[in-house]
């Protein structure tokens, strides 16, 4: 019988690739029933013909994609993050051994998986992804435009509102010690610093817009120190919750750290 004919296995488990995706069936027993590997193109078509069954796959770039596939072909997937695969790895580790540890852990009825994502969320997410790093391109430009400066005695309050205030003043200043190519240099990198601004602030509308939008994030609104950057992230990062059984199991929470402001008393103290 040909290897790429499904063998009605109880649960297959993924090792992702780039190209080459390895495969591994249990049967009801835990017993391995198949062994093959397949290219991008055919992998598919190789579910396509497969009963109905649990497949699993580590979280990693393209396992959302891939479990999108599957679903609407009728198969039931499980993806679980790549720490709680790694104690049902047995002996060297490679790619079929990697399969076939995932087979295994799917199975387990305490393990905790990752809901698979929509198109929208996985949109909203890389907003928030591009935005924390346009972010941090901001900080890291101002901290080195900060320097340049303290090289030439000058010196800035703290705070980048203060620091894009008195930056032109400082430009136009021909009495301090800044050189004519460093004024030049600090001017180009103050016009970077506007486009990140702009970029940054287009996103961040972008984000509010969406949140005035979903039903689900509105919900969240509605609760003390949640703003729509922090509402967007939670749906993009675990959509309704359904997957979680009780509150704690939410361990996504450090995913939009920062974004949570917690709820002050009437004298301004954080509660909580």
């Given at each position: 019988?040909?290897?790429?004919?499904?063998?009605?296995?109880?649960?297959?488990?993924?090792?992702?690739?780039?190209?080459?995706?390895h495969?591994?069936?249990?049967?009801?027993?835990?017993?391995?029933?198949?062994?093959?590997?397949?290219?991008?193109?055919?992998?598919?078509?190789?579910?396509?013909?497969?009963?109905?069954?649990?497949?699993?796959?580590?979280?990693?770039?393209?396992?959302?994609?891939?479990?999108r596939?599957?679903?609407?072909?009728?198969?039931?997937?499980?993806?679980?993050?790549?720490?709680?695969?790694?104690?049902?790895?047995?002996?060297?580790?490679?790619?079929?051994?990697?399969?076939?540890?995932?087979?295994?852990?799917?199975?387990?009825p305490?393990?905790?998986?990752?809901?698979?994502?929509?198109?929208?969320?996985?949109?909203?997410?890389?907003?928030?992804?591009?935005?924390?790093?346009?972010?941090?391109?901001?900080?890291?430009?101002?901290?080195?435009?900060?320097?340049?400066?303290?090289?030439?005695?000058?010196?800035?309050p703290?705070?980048a509102?203060?620091f894009?205030?008195?930056?032109?003043?400082?430009?136009a200043?021909?009495?301090?010690?800044l050189?004519?190519?460093?004024?030049?240099?600090?001017?180009?990198?103050?016009?970077?610093?506007?486009?990140?601004?702009?970029?940054?602030?287009?996103?961040?509308?972008?984000?509010?817009q969406?949140?005035?939008?979903?039903?689900?994030?509105?919900?969240?609104?509605?609760i003390?120190?949640?703003?729509?950057?922090?509402?967007?992230a939670?749906?993009?990062?675990?959509?309704?919750?359904?997957?979680?059984?009780?509150?704690?199991?939410?361990?996504?929470?450090?995913?939009?750290?920062g974004?949570?402001?917690?709820?002050?008393n009437?004298?301004?103290?954080p509660q909580?």
């Open positions: 019988m040909p290897r790429s004919i499904p063998q009605n296995a109880a649960v297959y488990g993924i090792d992702l690739g780039k190209n080459v995706f495969v591994v069936g249990l049967d009801g027993a835990g017993a391995i029933v198949q062994r093959i590997k397949f290219r991008r193109d055919t992998l598919l078509s190789f579910f396509e013909r497969a009963d109905s069954t649990i497949i699993g796959m580590e979280a990693c770039p393209g396992s959302q994609w891939l479990a596939k599957l679903s609407a072909l009728g198969h039931q997937v499980r993806i679980v993050a790549a720490q709680f695969v790694k104690p049902y790895v047995k002996s060297q580790k490679n790619d079929t051994i990697d399969a076939e540890a995932i087979a295994e852990a799917v199975t387990r305490t393990m905790r998986f990752t809901q698979p994502r929509t198109v929208e969320q996985v949109d909203l997410q890389a907003r928030h992804r591009i935005r924390d790093q346009l972010v941090a391109s901001r900080t890291a430009l101002i901290n080195q435009m900060r320097a340049f400066c303290l090289e030439y005695g000058i010196v800035f703290q705070g509102g203060l894009r205030r008195d930056l032109p003043a400082a430009l200043d021909q009495e301090n010690d050189t004519p190519a460093m004024r030049r240099i600090l001017a180009e990198l103050s016009d970077d610093l506007a486009r990140l601004d702009q970029r940054i602030t287009d996103l961040t509308r972008e984000i509010e969406i949140a005035a939008r979903d039903e689900l994030a509105r919900r969240l609104l509605t003390p120190g949640i703003g729509p950057l922090a509402a967007t939670l749906v993009a990062a675990i959509g309704d919750g359904r997957q979680f059984r009780r509150a704690r199991d939410l361990e996504q929470i450090r995913l939009i750290r974004h949570i402001r917690r709820p002050r009437s004298s301004g103290i909580g």
